[in-house]
Nanobody, 122 residues
Framework: VQLVESGGGSVQAGGSLRLSCAASGLAYRNYFMGWFRQAPGKEREGVAAFDVLGGTALYVDSMKDRFTISRDDVEDIWYLQMNDLKPEDTARYYC?????????????????WGHGTQVTVS
């Protein structure tokens, strides 16, 4: 399994970014895809997750009105649309995939990780 993130960058507060995660090697349909972030000196935290088999999205409450997880089924690319960005959203953002996940917004539940993409909001 390979996950490659892109789309990060620097943006002013109130702006938007769309992160991408190109996934390959996921040869099964019952898995979760998650987005996480980690700021310097802080633990990795969940942002959003998607249950592929169930077709449902989950969000951290503080982000659900600003962030949206989606997928291009044909290209197998996952997206995280981020609107109304705030300086506290500054972090390195990661996508992750895994199966048999009971806590979809818990980073420790995921087996496969990308290397991340940096988002800086000023």
């Amino acid at each position: 399994v390979q996950l490659v993130e892109s789309g990060g960058g620097s943006v002013q507060a109130g702006g938007s970014l769309r992160l991408s995660c190109a996934a390959s090697g996921l040869a099964y349909r019952n898995y979760f895809m998650g987005w996480f972030r980690q700021a310097p000196g802080k633990e990795r935290e969940g942002v959003a997750a998607f249950d592929v088999l169930g077709g449902t999205a989950l969000y951290v409450d503080s982000m659900k009105d600003r962030f949206t997880i989606s997928r291009d089924d044909v290209e197998d690319i996952w997206y995280l649309q981020m609107n109304d960005l705030k300086p506290e959203d500054t972090a390195r953002y990661y996508c992750a995939a895994g199966r048999s996940i009971y806590r979809p917004l818990d980073a420790s539940s995921y087996l496969y990780w990308g290397h991340g993409t940096q988002v800086t909001v000023s």
